[in-house]
Each structure stands twice: as structure tokens, then as C-alpha cells.
């Protein structure tokens, strides 16, 4: 059974893992990330649902709304292009608000199990947000060779023509390379130092005063979700562009 966190927690920087199947570590992070994956899927099954009836729902207009704003951010970025992308990096920036905010619930790391915490905020899990940065490295590089092929794409990269060119393309590689590194460790350090300090907070003074802190980490997810996804629309686009 489940219980309850009396006492002021351990914090740990990694997931820990609830069960083991085989090699595989089952972690709360994991369990947390299939929670919200499943709530997804089913708000977009019912967005869905609602799109095809007569009669819609205010439900349907709130998430109308929302694609909207969302479709109109990237308009200004991908251009013409925004309709192939949208829906990958709407997806992005859905998910990963969903996980930040899905952090912030109460219970979520005052549960138990086997005095493990039985949920962990997915984006404050590294393997987590270095998953999400190399989704979006691929998906930058893959584009890129599909619209400038794969010998103009590459030529950014490895130019011999002349020494300023071969030196800025080893910058350039360097430079690519480290979008893993900063998407992966920008959004893990933000969403877990967010975690501990609420987690502090409520350890030390009265629950209403840490309302604030509550309101300011669920400002900090949406503009962390904003970030990651309105970075990788902006990489994509300077892949995918012949100047």
C-alpha cells in the first residue's frame, strides 16, 4: 500500500526505480511520463470526437482555442511550412507542459511505495529530457537533408574549399552537436530545481504561503515547454532554409 510522506524527503537527482523486469528499471519518472501520455491520448480522442458532432462543447472550443494560438507562434517561424510541422511540435509543447504541470500536483512525491516516491515529475528525469533533445536533434537533422539533400546539407558541415570555411564548419558541427546538451539539461535543471524548492518550501512553512512558489513553477513549465519546442521550430527552420 502506498504511503503517506511524513517526514522531510531525500532528494534525488535520478529516477529510482519502483521494480526491475529482466535489466529493464521500471522508474516513477516512467510511471509518471505513461500517466500522462495516456491523459493525452485520451483529451485528443475526445477533441477529436467533439470535432466530428454538430453541437460542440465548450471543451472543444478551450482546446480550439489553444491549437490555435499555439498554430499561429509557429506560423511566425516556419512560414509556409507550418502545417507539415505543426503537428510534431504542437506535440512537443503539449506533452511536455502536460509532465511539467502533472509535476505540481499534490502527492506527487509525498507517495510511497517501498519508501521510493511512487510519481517523479518526467522533464526532472535527464534520461527523460536528453529522450526529448535527441527526438528533436534527429528530426532537425533528418529535414534538413530532405529539403536541402543530403549533399547541400552536409556541405555546412564539411567544406574544404577554403580554411575559413573548413574551421566554420567545425563550428558548425560543434555548434549542432551542443543543442543536445543545452535542450536536454536547460529543461531537466529548470523543472527539477522547481520540484526541490516546492518540495523545500512545504517542509518548512504552511502550505498557503507556499502558494506563490506554486503559481511561479507552473509559469516556469509553460515557458519551458514554449522554449524547447519554439527552439527546435527555429533550428528546423535555419536547417531547412537554402541560405
Do not use: C
Request: net charge positive; charged share 10%.
Amino acid at each position: 500500500m502506498p504511503e503517506i510522506l511524513t517526514k522531510m524527503p531525500e532528494i534525488s537527482i535520478k529516477a529510482e526505480p519502483l521494480f526491475k523486469i529482466g535489466s529493464f528499471a521500471f522508474t516513477n519518472s516512467l510511471f509518471t511520463s505513461l500517466i500522462v501520455f495516456f491523459l493525452f491520448l485520451l483529451l485528443g480522442l475526445i477533441y477529436n470526437k467533439e470535432a466530428r458532432l454538430k453541437k460542440k462543447s465548450q471543451f472543444y472550443y478551450l482546446i480550439n482555442f489553444i491549437l490555435k494560438t499555439i498554430y499561429q507562434l509557429f506560423e511566425s517561424i516556419l512560414k509556409e511550412k507550418t502545417m507539415i510541422f505543426f503537428p510534431i511540435f504542437a506535440g512537443f509543447f503539449l506533452y511536455i507542459l502536460l509532465n511539467n504541470w502533472f509535476g505540481l500536483l499534490p502527492g506527487i512525491g509525498s507517495l510511497l511505495f517501498h519508501h521510493l516516491p511512487i510519481f517523479r515529475g518526467n522533464n526532472a528525469d535527464l534520461n527523460a529530457t536528453i529522450s526529448l533533445a535527441l527526438i528533436a536533434f534527429v528530426l532537425i537533422q533528418l529535414n534538413g537533408m530532405k529539403y536541402l539533400g543530403v549533399k547541400g546539407y552536409l556541405k555546412k558541415f564539411f567544406n574544404i574549399s577554403n580554411p575559413i570555411n573548413f574551421f566554420v564548419g567545425i563550428l558548425e558541427t560543434i555548434s549542432e552537436f551542443s543543442k543536445i546538451i543545452s535542450f536536454s539539461f536547460r529543461l531537466f535543471g529548470n523543472i527539477f530545481a522547481g520540484e526541490v524548492l516546492i518540495t523545500i518550501m512545504a517542509f518548512l512553512i504552511p502550505v498557503l504561503v507556499t502558494f506563490p512558489f506554486l503559481l511561479l513553477e507552473v509559469f516556469v513549465g509553460l515557458i519551458q515547454a514554449l522554449v524547447f519546442s519554439m527552439l527546435s521550430a527555429v533550428f528546423l527552420s535555419m536547417a531547412i532554409s537554402h541560405h
